[in-house]
């Protein structure tokens, strides 16, 4: 018979993990160094940021509040989770694997094509920390043999996915864009954070800002001046082609925008805007933006803001760094893992 853990016991192997990636060794190191070789987005520093935002996510009081509810009793009744993972950022599908294996289950992990290194350094060295969690852990190419599913894609794989795993538990995550609104009271240094809710990651996550609401005949100057330092994410050469795409695309069709030599930025009503351009809407007053994001709000994944606003908000620049209790889509992952008896 397999060894039960204790949710105190799973504590202390997720803390032991985010000790491990808070300090990379040589071959951590080594795989940030190198994810661009397979993943021309991947860069050290994108890499790096993801590695630090899980070592974040592991610290002992958040791991401590959010395994309250759980028991090693779970382990008893485990059940098998396919995991379908996402890989428009470094190691995005990580929490949906931590949630599965705090309750008890087993994953059975189906990575990315275009995330296929970091995820199972990972997990091999949480099975050097807790071995209990090896027989919990499968890396597949095709699912079978699932009690319940989590899949991760765009709309159009959504609709797949639904009607695939229909017969079964699921969650299908859907294209999700996130936004900032302003006041126009923002310091420069709000403005300058929030240039990470936008170029993070080249603004490739779903908790990346696409668009903005601002004051009706809001100045974009000081925006403009405070994102500066970001100017870099046009050195990249995938950026700097979708960069140079969007703006010809404006260009001829004499659509009106703004430009700074890295982003651009136009008026239009919708969430999704392409890479390298920021939407934004003028708004008369916050209570007309609140109702506009309730009526919105299956298309929105956060919302980064310093105004109190009806639905929750993160600060300027914590967008990339969610907790253990920020689920995507905001399903509650480990809710449903403990609802499947």
């Known amino acids: ?40 987005w991947f860069t050290p520093q994108s890499a790096q940021m993801a590695v630090r935002a899980i070592a974040g996510m592991l610290n002992k009081r958040d791991l401590e509040k959010w395994l309250q509810n759980e028991s090693g009793n779970a382990e008893l009744k485990m059940r098998s989770i ?38 199972p350094y990972i997990l091999e060295k949480l099975i050097e920390i807790e071995p209990a969690f090896e ?3 499968s890396f597949i190419d095709r699912l079978k043999d699932f009690d319940a599913v989590i899949a991760t894609g765009s709309n159009n794989t959504s609709r797949y996915f639904d009607y695939y795993f229909s017969k079964v538990p699921h969650i299908i995550r859907k294209n999700r864009n996130s936004v900032a609104v302003l006041n126009g009271r923002e310091s420069r240094e709000d403005l300058k954070a929030l240039g990470h809710d936008i170029f993070d990651y080249f603004g490739l996550g779903c908790r990346n800002v696409s668009k903005i609401y601002v004051p009706k005949g809001y100045d974009f100057k000081t925006f403009f001046e405070s994102i500066e330092e970001f100017k870099a994410v046009a050195d990249h050469h995938k950026y700097n082609n979708n960069y140079d795409y969007n703006k010809s695309i404006f ?91």
């Open 251 to 341: 260009l001829v069709n004499l659509d009106k925008h703004l430009d700074n030599g890295f982003l651009l930025l136009k008026e239009d009503s919708s969430f999704v805007s392409p890479l390298a351009v920021l939407y934004y809407e003028e708004y008369q007053s916050l209570e007309e933006v609140g109702l506009e994001l309730i009526k919105n709000e299956d298309l929105i994944q956060c919302i980064v803001s310093n105004s109190k606003l009806p639905l929750s908000t993160v600060p300027f620049g914590q967008s990339q760094c969610p907790g253990l209790f920020d689920y995507a889509d905001g399903v509650d992952t480990m809710k449903f893992l403990r609802e499947l008896e």
């Open 135 to 137: 027989r919990r852990i």
């Open 82 to 119: 396919g995991l379908i993972l996402a890989g428009n950022i470094p190691i995005v599908g990580f929490h949906d694997i931590l949630c599965v294996l705090a309750s008890g289950h087993k994953a059975l992990i189906k990575l990315s094509s275009q995330d296929q290194k970091f995820i």
């Open 1 to 40: 018979m397999s060894k039960i853990l204790t949710s105190n016991q799973r504590i202390i192997a997720f803390e032991a993990l985010s000790h491990i990636l808070a300090q990379p060794n040589e071959q951590l190191s080594a795989l940030i160094s190198a994810a661009h070789q397979y993943n021309a």
